[in-house]
């Protein structure tokens, strides 16, 4: 288990240049955004327009914080992804158009290469337990919580993560006022890549 802090996170620019990511965590480590295997990061959207493509991609889009956007991925029928909507999957070498709804939105992005790993994302309410999984799993903070396992305890804060590799020995407890992130990665066929 270890905590990836908010105030440590590496920032870079759009692979299409119209705006700024926040990386939280990337395999393999150090990895471009051409050779990630997975990738988990945030953005803050402050204009209407094309998401960058990356081929062999699937990804998934959360709201964190503003009004939301409205999606059109691959020429469908557009749809509102908002600070109450579940996590939006969809493949990233597909067209996407993004418009805001109302001003500027932060979103939590993640990203996997196909044939290499695969991802879920899911909004949890607090308290939530966390049982143990083979799956590398990530909880993002949306707010301060509290993680209690066994006998211990440790502090998150706005948009810090917990990374947790391999299977846990015990339950972990997360409460905390608001809900978190669960980000589950798993290797594809069969290769344990992490």
Same mark, same amino acid.
Request: glycine share 10%; aromatic share 6%.
């Given at each position: 288990?270890?905590? %990836? #802090?908010?105030?440590?996170?590496? #920032?870079m620019?759009?692979?299409?240049?119209?705006?700024? *990511?926040? !990386?939280?965590?990337?395999?393999?480590?150090?990895?471009?955004? !051409?050779?990630?295997?997975?990738r988990? @990061?945030?953005?803050?959207?402050?204009?209407?327009?094309?998401?960058?493509?990356?081929?062999g991609?699937?990804?998934t889009?959360?709201? %964190?914080?503003g009004?939301?956007? !409205? &999606?059109?991925?691959?020429?469908?029928?557009? =749809?509102?992804?908002?600070?109450?909507?579940?996590?939006?999957?969809?493949?990233?070498?597909?067209?996407?158009?993004? #418009?805001? $709804?109302?001003? $500027?939105?932060? +979103?939590?992005?993640?990203?996997?290469?196909? @044939?290499?790993?695969?991802?879920? $994302? @899911? #909004?949890?309410p607090?308290?939530?337990l966390?049982s143990?999984?083979?799956?590398?799993?990530? $909880? /993002?903070?949306?707010?301060?919580?509290?993680?209690?396992?066994?006998?211990e305890?440790?502090? =998150?804060?706005?948009?810090?993560? =917990?990374? &947790? !590799?391999?299977e846990?020995?015990?339950?972990?407890?997360? @409460?905390?006022? *608001?809900?978190v992130?669960?980000?589950? =990665?798993?290797?594809?066929?069969? +290769?344990? /890549?992490?």
């Amino acid at each position: 288990m270890k905590i %990836l #802090r908010a105030s440590d996170y590496k #920032r870079m620019p759009w692979k299409n240049g119209g705006g700024e *990511t926040v !990386e939280i965590a990337v395999f393999p480590a150090g990895a471009s955004i !051409e050779g990630f295997h997975w990738r988990i @990061s945030m953005a803050t959207v402050a204009s209407d327009g094309p998401f960058s493509i990356f081929p062999g991609v699937d990804r998934t889009l959360s709201i %964190l914080s503003g009004a939301g956007m !409205e &999606l059109t991925i691959d020429g469908c029928e557009p =749809l509102i992804l908002d600070l109450g909507s579940e996590p939006c999957p969809f493949p990233a070498d597909k067209p996407v158009l993004a #418009r805001l $709804v109302n001003g $500027v939105v932060t +979103d939590l992005n993640v990203m996997t290469r196909r @044939s290499r790993f695969s991802h879920r $994302v @899911s #909004r949890q309410p607090a308290p939530f337990l966390l049982s143990p999984s083979a799956s590398l799993r990530f $909880v /993002l903070a949306t707010g301060n919580h509290t993680i209690a396992f066994g006998s211990e305890a440790a502090e =998150l804060g706005p948009l810090d993560c =917990l990374a &947790l !590799e391999g299977e846990a020995t015990s339950d972990l407890v997360i @409460s905390g006022g *608001t809900g978190v992130f669960l980000i589950e =990665l798993d290797p594809d066929g069969g +290769d344990n /890549l992490r």
